[in-house]
């Protein structure tokens, strides 16, 4: 019904900076919520940020003042642009998306593959 395809991670120095892409694609009547959220090896996944529909945004407090959530409505995309990126970031990262598929009354949650983010010198 909906895909999600995460690009834009790698590896980076600490300090530097990369940018996360999420486009999502298919029957899409509508997007809500879109986000991303991270695990890193041994730990939980958690939040990272989210943008709703009205542009409201919210962010975990280890990335405040480093880390800016947006989204192309018309391009069904959400980004993430990292700065002053720490060792701590290294994770795996997932772009979340709340949508209702064409043709369904219902909210789903959809979920991306996942894009490695390695902070490292």
């Known amino acids: 019904q909906v895909q999600l395809v995460e690009s834009g991670g790698g590896l980076v120095q600490p300090g530097g900076s990369l940018r996360l892409s999420c486009a999502a694609s298919?029957?899409?009547?509508?997007?809500?919520?879109m986000g991303w959220y991270r695990q890193a090896p041994g730990s939980q996944r958690e939040l990272v940020a989210t943008?709703?529909?009205?542009?409201?945004?919210n962010y975990a407090d280890s990335v405040k003042g480093r880390f800016t959530i947006s989204r192309d409505n018309a391009k069904n995309t959400v980004y993430l642009q990292m700065l002053s990126l720490r060792p701590e970031d290294t994770a795996v990262y997932y772009c979340h998306v709340q949508a209702q598929p064409r043709g369904l009354g219902l909210l789903y949650n959809y979920w991306g593959q996942g894009t490695q983010v390695t902070v490292s010198s």
């Open positions: 298919g029957r899409i009547f509508s997007i809500y919520t």
């Open positions: 943008v709703s529909s009205g542009d409201i945004t």
